[in-house]
């Protein structure tokens, strides 16, 4: 403290009558007179609540706002649809189980575990079932990955329009799973040579499939029951669902009911019709399973403007790649003029979000930000009009391009797209 | 090998999960159990049951069962997906991706309408009742004309126009070389503008500070802005934005032939998908559509006790005559032609099949 400011609020308090806080004598911070937040409140007199009001907690009520949100004139009815985690509000890398967006194709299945069974058939030396009781005597691994939509910022190809980080990119959530590695499963039921390919399909109403190449099933495939340590909820596939790290969320089957191994893609209709990328040249790209990295800053962004003025900014985001991790990310506050490498801090495994912050000294002025990813093979994060020049407008899946956040002097930030 | 490494290898063998011998856990599924749930179907035929089915059985129960949501004509209502027309778009700036337009192998119909359909009564269909509907839909799409049975005989002969439309993953060579450049730090552009702003379209949901600001400053012309940003949004997988008809192409038709009894009897065949809403003759009456009777070379929007779209009303007014070159150009794109038409039929894609209808309407009208 300085001399000033150590003899300000005695002459002060003297010549008030009251006990204020320093205030207005120290350049850079706000001046207040007495803050009616320092008082005797109710909850410094009266009891709270005992335990076991809410037996299992909920946030506080003043974080309401923090929930998913749907698009509703996206899709014909909600039952087969989706909506979107609330990343502008959340931090560190971790998506609370609550938030954590839903995609059904017809709705969530409510599935008792006691009269759910998982099926192994077709080309493996044993025809299999296995009760939820039997898949808990499988050894068990835990593992941190993300889960991004294909169709995540697919709105957004013919140009800015959804204004809000949440819309934009909310496709997404990352949470530990515990489950049983899928090649466990696959040599209980000992695949064939000539077994390539692995149908995955639920038991909700839809009867969601997707085929998977054998080499990814053996690979770091898992059949997971927790996620963040409890039971997945029932919106997340409840009792069993199946985790394919980096690859695109449509093939982490929920409510899984069967795996069928054959010698041959199945061509079902969520990787013919839906789930392939149409080309300009009216040529789609199919099997595209791999998400590439990207990276977004969640705040400040349209739902989480700069409400404090000029002086220390904290900009943050989420980075993600389904091919390794993110050793980096660079961050421009002038729309690409100059870039600055990002502060890159928490865990960092393969396939998960990893968080980035640049705090900086705010002008006041207008910014337009953006982020950009770099992940471990040395992709680095393209443009929106780079993926454009090569894959046109209507791929609607895998759209992985920087976002740019105009930010005003006011500090609200919309959503734009620059030169 | 070095000591260190062998025993590092020997740790991470004895703590790997992955255990070689099988546990043997769970219990065999007998041949019964595979056959309730293994449902799948593959292009090759691998899983496709006994069975057939007709185009005229599968109109039947596509009209009680899956018209509410996909049309009468498998144009979609509202943003249900659409199952037929949209050939020949899949290069434009609006793509219609149709069974018939995009979908590669009948067998992911099939398997899909078995496994999935209808929409919250799953697994409700017999397999002759998919044979029908996926035989309907084969005819909504012009592949197969109305006397055509599907079955598990014919089944692998069927094949969708676009199959071979799609290729690998290519990604990495097209894509990675320029992706995997260092990329430029300072100085990187002389300077930046705003292209494109999302308030603008203003399609954010709920109470975003945009929306509200919006709300209030455009309280009178909120509803035309809001059926426009629908129009403009891209949409999601399930979702293909309205007015996706492709544009029209002009359809250069000679002058209408003198009356061909052959004709006119396949125009009264092409009728048929007509008749859902239009009738035509002495007892017709209004329905969906208006009576077509004096249809051909009469003037536009004229059926007493119909009501017609806002825009054939305009048309009308503008003394629109349904020449022969008029209707040739509305029945192959009626969106195309006429934005805003309440006719919901996709269109007639056969040039062939245009000219009889005319010459048929032509003709059941005296």
Redesign the interface.
């Known amino acids: 403290m300085t001399d000033d400011n150590h003899n300000g609020p005695s002459r002060r308090a003297f010549l008030t009558g009251a006990g204020a806080v320093a205030a207005g004598t120290l350049a850079g911070r706000a001046g207040a007179e007495t803050d009616p937040a320092i008082a005797i409140k109710p909850w410094m007199q009266e009891l709270g609540d005992g335990v076991d009001v809410s037996p299992y907690g909920m946030p506080s009520p003043y974080e309401a706002d923090i929930k998913r949100?749907?698009?509703?004139?996206?899709?014909?009815?909600p039952?087969?649809?989706?909506n979107f985690t609330p990343i502008h509000a959340l931090d560190g890398t971790i998506t609370p189980n609550g938030v954590c967006f839903e995609r059904h194709?017809?709705g969530v299945a409510k599935v008792d575990p006691a009269e759910h069974r998982l099926?192994?058939?077709?080309l493996v030396d044993?025809?299999?079932?296995?009760?939820m009781e039997?898949l808990m005597?499988?050894?068990?691994?835990n593992h941190v990955y993300f889960l991004e939509c294909a169709?995540n910022s697919?709105?957004?190809?013919?140009?800015?329009?959804?204004?809000?980080v949440q819309?934009t990119h909310g496709m997404i959530h990352n949470v530990q799973y515990t489950g049983i590695?899928l090649?466990?499963l696959l040599?209980?039921a000992?695949v064939q040579t000539e077994g390539k390919w692995l149908?995955a399909?639920g038991a909700d109403?839809?009867?969601m499939?997707r085929s998977i190449p054998m080499e990814k099933a053996l690979d770091d495939c898992l059949i997971a029951f927790k996620m963040n340590g409890e039971a997945l909820r029932p919106e997340q596939g409840y009792p069993v669902r199946l985790v394919v790290p980096g690859w695109e969320g449509n093939m982490w089957v929920k409510w899984l009911?069967?795996l069928?191994v054959?010698d041959?893609p199945?061509?079902?209709?969520e990787e013919?019709?839906?789930?392939?990328d149409?080309l300009?040249?009216?040529?789609?790209?199919?099997?595209?399973?791999?998400m590439?990295a990207k990276s977004v800053i969640t705040s400040p962004s349209?739902?989480a403007?700069i409400t404090h003025g000029a002086g220390p900014t904290v900009l943050t985001g989420l980075a993600w790649s389904g091919r390794g991790t993110i050793p980096r990310v660079?961050v421009t506050l002038?729309?690409?003029?100059?870039?600055h490498e990002a502060r890159m801090d928490g865990p960092s495994t393969p396939k998960a979000l990893h968080r980035f912050y640049y705090d900086f000294e705010w002008d006041g002025k207008p910014l337009?930000l953006q982020s950009?990813a770099h992940d471990s093979?040395?992709?680095?994060?393209?443009t929106k009009n780079?993926l454009r020049a090569?894959r046109g407008?209507?791929s609607?899946?895998h759209n992985n391009g920087i976002q740019t956040w105009?930010v005003d002097a006011d500090g609200?930030a919309?959503?734009?797209?620059?030169? | 090998m070095s000591r260190f490494l062998k025993l590092a290898l020997l740790a991470s063998t004895m703590a790997s999960p992955l255990a070689a011998e099988p546990l043997g856990l769970g219990r065999t599924a007998t041949p019964e159990e595979v056959s309730v749930w293994d449902i799948d179907v593959r292009p090759d035929g691998l899983g496709l049951p006994e069975g057939s089915g007709d185009v005229m059985t599968g109109d039947g129960i596509y009209t009680e069962k899956c018209s509410a949501c996909h049309g009468v004509f498998g144009e979609g209502t509202g943003r249900w997906p659409v199952l037929a027309g949209g050939q020949g778009s899949l290069s434009n700036a609006r793509p219609v991706k149709t069974i018939g337009s995009y979908w590669p192998y009948l067998s992911t119909v099939y398997d899909y309408i078995n496994r999935a359909m209808p929409f919250g009564d799953a697994q409700s269909l017999t397999d002759d009742e998919v044979y029908a509907i996926t035989a309907y839909l084969l005819y909504l799409n012009n592949e197969v004309d109305e006397d055509f049975v599907l079955s598990s005989d014919n089944f692998n002969e069927a094949r969708l126009p676009n199959e071979d439309g799609f290729k690998p993953d290519d990604r990495e060579e097209v894509e990675f070389a320029a992706f995997k450049e260092e990329p430029c730090m300072t100085d990187c552009k002389p300077s930046v503008e705003i292209t494109m702003r999302a308030a603008v379209l203003d399609v954010t949901p709920e109470e975003t500070a945009a929306k509200e600001a919006a709300a209030k400053a455009e309280a009178e012309t909120a509803a035309p802005a809001t059926e426009e940003a629908a129009s403009e949004a891209t949409t999601t997988e399930e979702a293909p934005a309205p007015e996706a008809a492709p544009e029209a192409a002009p359809v250069e038709v000679a002058e209408a032939p003198a009356a061909d009894p052959a004709l006119i009897k396949a125009g009264e065949k092409a009728f048929r998908k007509c008749k859902s809403c239009h009738q035509i003759g002495a007892k017709a009456k209004n329905r969906v559509g208006p009576v077509l009777n004096g249809i051909v070379d009469g003037p536009a929007g004229a059926v007493e006790g119909f009501r017609y779209s806002k825009a054939l009303e305009a048309a009308a007014e503008d003394g629109l005559v349904w020449s022969h070159d008029a209707l040739t150009s509305f029945l192959g794109d009626p969106k195309g032609y006429m934005k805003g038409t309440k006719m919901s039929f996709p269109g007639v894609r056969k040039e062939e099949d245009i000219e009889a209808l005319i010459a048929y309407l032509r003709d059941a009208s005296e």
């Open positions: 949100r749907t698009v509703e004139w996206l899709t014909a009815d039952v087969s649809s989706i194709h017809s099926m192994i058939n077709g044993r025809e299999l079932v296995f009760t039997d005597r499988f050894p068990r691994e169709a697919g709105m957004e190809w013919r140009g800015s329009q959804l204004n809000g819309f590695p090649r466990l040599e209980e000992g149908l399909e109403a839809a009867g499939s009911r069967r069928e054959g041959q199945w061509h079902h209709r013919t019709s839906k789930y392939t149409l300009a040249d009216g040529v789609a790209r199919r099997f595209t399973w791999e590439d349209p739902q403007p660079d002038d729309g690409g003029i100059t870039w337009l950009r093979t040395g992709y680095v994060q393209p780079a090569i407008e209507n609607i899946y105009a609200k919309e959503n734009v797209e620059i030169s």
